[in-house]
């Protein structure tokens, strides 16, 4: 990343469902607005559990029956993350509990956010009542569907929060 660019990671428990695809969605809309030289995307889990793994083939279907292509591959999210990223965004209240423990200063602590604050019509005070995003692993097909309808719904605004931008959405 060079000291211009801005940066988003998003963050789930094994990084092999919600973040991936928050990394997909996002990538195709920083690369829909020609942002790509400017703004990086990533995703990682909070657990190492599936390091090396591709996303879950189920969501990658869903995915892809929406154009988005998943090619990350699972990876823990690292201190340096933490430090480096511009943004960081986590699916759950449990994904954000376990970054918040990673930072050391509240400068760190301010960069991460819960994906459910960028969902339309979630104001600033009601942050502390923010929707989750459900793990879809051991439901079915209408979760991954959610999980694409939640992420495509935040998109927008967190591409306005992360570049000042309020023609973004």
């Known amino acids: 990343m060079t000291q211009d660019s801005k940066s988003v990671l998003f963050v789930c428990m094994g990084n092999i469902c919600r973040s991936p695809t928050g990394e997909g969605v996002f990538q195709g809309l920083v690369d829909e607005r020609g942002l790509s030289r ?19 083939q ?13 090619t990350s591959r699972a990876r823990k999210v690292t201190q340096n993350d933490i ?16 970054l918040a423990a990673m930072t050391i200063n509240d400068e760190q602590l301010g960069r991460i956010k819960m994906l ?24 079915g097909a209408a979760g991954f569907e959610e999980v694409l309808d939640m992420i495509e719904s935040a998109c927008p605004a967190i591409l306005e929060h992360l570049t000042g931008e ?3 959405a």
């Open 83 to 98: 430090e480096s990223f511009t943004l960081i965004v986590a699916m759950d209240r449990a994904n954000y509990d376990d």
């Open 166 to 168: 309020s023609d973004a």
């Open 116 to 139: 459910g604050e960028f969902l339309p019509g979630v104001s600033w005070s009601d942050r502390d009542e923010v929707r989750s995003v459900p793990d879809p692993y051991y439901g």
């Open 38 to 56: 400017d703004i990086v995307v990533d995703s990682a889990g909070t657990i190492g559990y599936h390091t090396g793994n591709p996303a879950d």
């Open 58 to 70: 189920r969501m990658q279907t869903a995915a892809e029956k929406r154009g988005y292509r998943l």
